[in-house]
């Protein structure tokens, strides 16, 4: 979400892209301390060393500012869909998902109380957060899907199987794993939850 003017309609200077950058940088930090609905505007003003009417100059709401994360998350996610689409010759199915899972929850590590936030306000059926979720996983479904596709007009999947409803639980299912990773490792070892999370993924997409 760049922007080239401000809520005043001036043009954002260097000056003005570093204060924006601050104020979205302290939202993420107090993301990780505390839950939305406990962060006003003038707390994220505080935690940047900005007024509270500088906040408003460069957004409407924390949650305005919270989309500028939400699109940041959701670029760094586009690169999953190369894992899809490499060579599954042989064994290399296994090998390429694998890397995958590997990847979302580093992302999960490095993004997720803002991914948490995207999530339950998409669920609460906010349109901007559902309409950033979908952006952020498109490429990846349809990835997935293409995959699905194959494997059923190859008859590895019945034909009642829709390939993208899907390619959605596939990549919800490793989101759903990345988000509880910290409570699955109670039952099991980070090797174990990947590999295993890597067979049912296989077994999803390509029906073997």
């Not at 060393?49 to 586009?78: H, I, M, N, R, W």
Request: glycine content about 6%.
């Amino acid at each position: 979400m760049s922007e080239t003017t401000n809520k005043l309609g001036h043009k954002i200077g260097k000056r003005g892209a570093r204060t924006r950058r601050a104020i979205v940088d302290a939202l993420r930090g107090l993301l990780n301390q505390r839950h939305l609905g406990e962060i006003r505007a003038a707390d994220v003003a505080q935690a940047a060393q900005v007024s509270a009417p500088t906040f408003y100059t460069y957004f409407k709401s924390v949650e305005e500012a919270l989309l500028v994360l939400c699109e940041e998350a959701g670029e760094d996610f586009q690169r999953l869909a190369s894992h899809i689409h490499a060579d599954w010759s042989g064994d290399r199915a296994f090998e390429a998902i694998r890397t995958y899972v590997t990847e979302v929850l580093a992302l999960w590590d490095e993004h997720g109380p803002v991914l948490r936030v995207e999530h339950m306000l998409a669920d609460k059926g906010e349109p901007a957060f559902a309409e950033s979720r979908i952006r952020r996983l498109r490429r990846l479904h349809l990835a997935l899907e293409r995959r699905i596709a194959q494997a059923r007009a190859s008859g590895y999947h019945p034909e009642g199987l829709n390939p993208r409803l899907t390619s959605y639980e596939t990549a919800n299912l490793v989101e759903s794993v990345a988000a509880g990773f910290a409570l699955m490792r109670r039952a099991d070892t980070a090797e174990a939850i990947i590999d295993t999370t890597a067979h049912i993924v296989v077994k999803l997409t390509t029906g073997r």
